[in-house]
Each structure stands twice: as C-alpha cells, then as structure tokens.
C-alpha cells in the first residue's frame, strides 16, 4: 500500500539565496519498507525529511508547489497534531531531541503520549516497555541531559517508539556516534522494520544501507537523480565518481570487473564479496592448475 506520493515538488525557504531547495521531487513511499537517501552535504535530504513530516509547510513557510499525499490526504490538509501520531521523527542531533521539560529518561519518554492526553496507567505500561525493548532500564532514572551522545540517541528512539507511529523519517542518526553506537542503532532500525514500520531514513554510512534498506533515493540538488532498489543503484558504476559513492564492496567489485570480464555480480555487501571473489578465485586458480 502506498503512504506517501510527493508529485512535482518545489520548495524554497522564506529566507533563501535564490535557489529552490527542492526541485521537481516524486516519489513513492510503500507501506513496509525502508528508504534511504542519500546525497552530498546541503542536496536537500533535512529538507526531504521536513516535507514527509509536515514541518514543511506548518512551521517553515516559504512557497510549495506541487502536491504531498500523505494517507490519502493531502498534507495542507493535515494538522500538526494529527500527522504526529502517523510520523515520529528522529532527528540528526540527539541534543536537539531531547524536550528540555523532563528531568528523567522515564518522563522524557512518556513526554509525547502526556501530550496526547493517554491515561497516566497506560502511559507507565507503555514506557515500561519500550524501555525493556531497548535495554535502557539503567538511564531511566537519570537526567537526559547527563547521558552520552549515543544514550541520548537511544533515548531519541525510545521517546519515538513509544508512540507507535506507522511511519518513521530518520535523519542521520549515527553521525555523532561511535562504531557500537551505530551498530545499536541499527538494530534498533532493524527491529522497527520487523514490526512492520515503514521508515526513511539518512544515512552516509553505505556499508549500513547496503545492509539494511530496501530502496534508495539519491539527491544532488535538490533532485533525486537517482533511485531503486539497493542492490541495483549501489552496484551501479555510474555512481562510483559521485560523491556520495559505492559501498566499498562494489568499489572492488567494479575494480576486479575492468580487470577481468568474467568477475561475477557486483556485490554490495561484505557476505556477496566473499562469495564472488571465492567463485572467481576457484575459476582462475582451476585454470592455473589445470596448466591452460
Ligand atoms: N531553514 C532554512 N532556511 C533557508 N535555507 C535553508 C534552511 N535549511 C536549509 N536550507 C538550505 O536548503 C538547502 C538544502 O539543505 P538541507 O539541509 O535540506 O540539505 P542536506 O542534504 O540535508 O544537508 P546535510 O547533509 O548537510 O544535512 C541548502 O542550500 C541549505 O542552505
């Protein structure tokens, strides 16, 4: 089922430097699925994410053309209060998340379901929970702002989670992080996916896409100038110039493929990599040994 169509979009911020910021985007946003987009500094991937959550038009104004349907319904016609409960946003800084209002993890998750007006009995299941599923029992009594960069991350994800919302837009969640602190992230993303969530995510870390997303979208700007599925446009030899790159498994696949026409798949996964080289090394190493 499809959630999201964004027909020829422009956008271009109140205060601005002539340029749209936006230009001419469509796409599609199934039900399910995890998307990744990816681009160079400043190509329009925040601003991407600020129109899938209403941010754009409700609090940047500006001038929008084009249509955004969200649900069926346009998003002019959505309230605020109302895509919120679809749409959790997780945003690039953590620091930012984090409401400033509570002086507890506990009360910094339950923030968002207090705002709803859910019953107090029901807002400690539900935190209790979550808190459970990402194995954070240990910050719930502390202040957010005393927490790590990564545990204030996870708290980030937590206070979204909590609210249950179908559909989720991550923006760069791991920029700030170290290798666990990603990897934990990343399974926190895995695991929303097992539910069923459908999520847009940023992300430069390619190794992680490939692993991870099922469609991609590439921005230069403010366009999507290419988009598929993962394993097509990360193993795409076009790609390898930009600057947002291949994974490093396609690099070498691409490399070993110029060299030698009868290199197999391009992977883009380290497990793929393996498995072409092994083929192509037991295709080289047979002929060497068999003296032709
Ligand atoms: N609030 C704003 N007001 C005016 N211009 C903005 C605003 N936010 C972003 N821009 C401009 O819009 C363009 C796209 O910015 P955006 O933040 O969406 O890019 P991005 O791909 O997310 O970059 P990054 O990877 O650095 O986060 C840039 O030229 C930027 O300067």
Same mark, same amino acid.
């Given at each position: 089922?499809?959630?999201?169509?964004? %027909?020829? +979009?422009?956008?271009?911020?109140?205060? %601005?430097?002539?340029? !749209? &910021?936006?230009?001419?985007?469509?796409?599609?946003?199934?039900?399910?699925?995890?998307?990744?987009?990816?681009?160079? %500094?400043?190509?329009?991937?925040?601003?991407?994410?600020?129109?899938?959550?209403?941010?754009?038009?409700?609090?940047?104004?500006?001038?929008?053309?084009?249509?955004?349907?969200?649900?069926?319904?346009?998003?002019?016609? $959505?309230?605020?209060?109302?895509?919120? !409960?679809?749409?959790?946003?997780?945003?690039?800084?953590?620091?930012?998340?984090?409401?400033?209002?509570?002086?507890?993890?506990?009360?910094?998750? &339950?923030?968002?379901?207090?705002?709803?007006?859910?019953?107090?009995?029901?807002?400690?299941?539900?935190? !209790? =929970?979550?808190? =459970?599923?990402?194995?954070?029992?240990?910050?719930?009594?502390?202040?957010?702002?005393?927490?790590?960069?990564?545990?204030?991350?996870?708290?980030?994800?937590?206070?979204?989670?909590?609210?249950?919302?179908?559909?989720?837009?991550?923006?760069?969640?791991?920029? =700030?992080?170290?290798?666990?602190?990603?990897?934990?992230?990343?399974?926190?993303?895995? $695991?929303?996916?097992?539910?069923?969530?459908? /999520?847009?995510?940023?992300?430069? !870390?390619?190794?992680?896409?490939?692993?991870?997303?099922?469609? +991609?979208?590439?921005?230069?700007?403010?366009?999507?100038?290419?988009?598929? %599925?993962?394993?097509?446009?990360?193993?795409?030899?076009?790609?390898?110039?930009?600057? &947002?790159?291949?994974?490093?498994?396609?690099? +070498?696949? /691409?490399?070993?493929?110029?060299?030698?026409?009868?290199?197999?798949?391009?992977?883009?996964?380290?497990?793929?990599?393996? &498995?072409?080289?092994?083929? $192509?090394?037991? /295709?080289?190493?047979?002929?060497?040994?068999?003296?032709?």
């Amino acid at each position: 089922m499809e959630l999201i169509r964004v %027909n020829n +979009l422009d956008y271009m911020y109140p205060i %601005n430097d002539g340029e !749209k &910021a936006l230009k001419n985007v469509s796409l599609s946003i199934r039900e399910g699925k995890l998307y990744a987009v990816i681009g160079k %500094n400043g190509t329009g991937k925040t601003t991407l994410c600020n129109v899938l959550r209403g941010f754009i038009p409700h609090f940047h104004k500006g001038s929008l053309e084009g249509e955004v349907v969200v649900e069926g319904k346009d998003i002019r016609h $959505w309230t605020m209060s109302e895509l919120a !409960k679809n749409i959790g946003f997780i945003f690039q800084n953590p620091f930012t998340q984090i409401s400033g209002v509570k002086d507890t993890v506990f009360g910094e998750i &339950a923030y968002g379901l207090e705002n709803l007006g859910v019953e107090v009995p029901e807002i400690k299941k539900r935190v !209790k =929970q979550v808190i =459970q599923l990402l194995n954070i029992e240990e910050l719930a009594d502390k202040n957010p702002y005393e927490l790590s960069g990564g545990q204030k991350q996870r708290v980030a994800f937590a206070a979204v989670i909590v609210m249950d919302p179908d559909i989720l837009v991550i923006d760069e969640p791991t920029s =700030q992080l170290d290798p666990k602190g990603t990897r934990d992230i990343f399974d926190m993303i895995k $695991w929303m996916k097992e539910q069923g969530k459908t /999520i847009i995510l940023v992300e430069h !870390k390619l190794e992680l896409i490939a692993e991870h997303a099922d469609y +991609l979208f590439v921005m230069n700007d403010g366009r999507i100038i290419t988009e598929g %599925n993962v394993e097509d446009v990360l193993s795409n030899p076009a790609l390898i110039d930009y600057e &947002a790159g291949l994974p490093q498994y396609a690099r +070498l696949g /691409i490399e070993l493929n110029k060299r030698s026409s009868d290199f197999g798949q391009i992977p883009i996964h380290r497990s793929q990599a393996e &498995a072409e080289i092994k083929k $192509w090394l037991g /295709i080289h190493v047979n002929q060497g040994g068999s003296g032709s």
